[in-house]
């Protein structure tokens, strides 16, 4: 049996096991500067495809799913992951630009970067199970075992990265 890790949620939930992920990390957002925490999955924000990606992160999310395949090259190159954040395909839902996260993720797996899907959640409520979000992740046009293998495998890297594993 497969262990499933949420990288992002935003608030102090225990029951996280109840769900199905052995467990939840709080994030670390890196939205300018240089704010790297060794000690929790650092997420760098990137909200616009002129800047340039940090120089430290464990996952980058892109925001409104902007492509630039050079930073996506940097880092399949550095051996990192994308994150595919459930929350921002809500807001992309409901502001009509589902094609566009779509398009984004077609490009993922063409040029096979690595991504973890996380759930975004502020609340007990918005939390999904590992296989809501393999259904999320089927929207999205990975096949399940993608998904899946993208909330314990590819999540898996990173922890062993920093020695949690």
Not at 91 to 120: D, E, W
Request: proline share 4%; with cysteine.
């Amino acid at each position: 049996m497969s262990r499933y890790f949420d990288f992002h949620v935003s608030f102090d939930w225990k029951g996280f096991s109840s769900e199905g992920y052995a467990k939840v990390f709080y994030p670390n957002i890196i939205t300018g500067g240089n704010r790297y925490d060794a000690a929790r999955i650092n997420i760098a924000y990137v909200s616009s495809p002129e800047k340039p990606l940090p120089s430290r992160y464990d996952l980058v999310n892109f925001k409104g799913f902007a492509v630039n395949v050079d930073q996506l090259a940097d880092v399949r190159e550095k051996r990192r992951a994308v994150e595919v954040c459930v929350a921002d395909v809500k807001q992309a839902i409901f502001s009509g630009r589902m094609h566009q996260a779509r398009f984004f993720c077609n490009v993922l797996r063409a040029y096979k970067v690595p991504f973890v899907m996380t759930s975004g959640a502020t609340t007990i409520y918005e939390v999904k199970s590992p296989r809501e979000m393999a259904f999320i992740g089927e929207m999205l046009g990975f096949t399940q075992k993608q998904a899946l293998l993208s909330l314990s495998d590819t999540a898996s890297i990173i922890l062993e990265s920093k020695g949690w594993l």
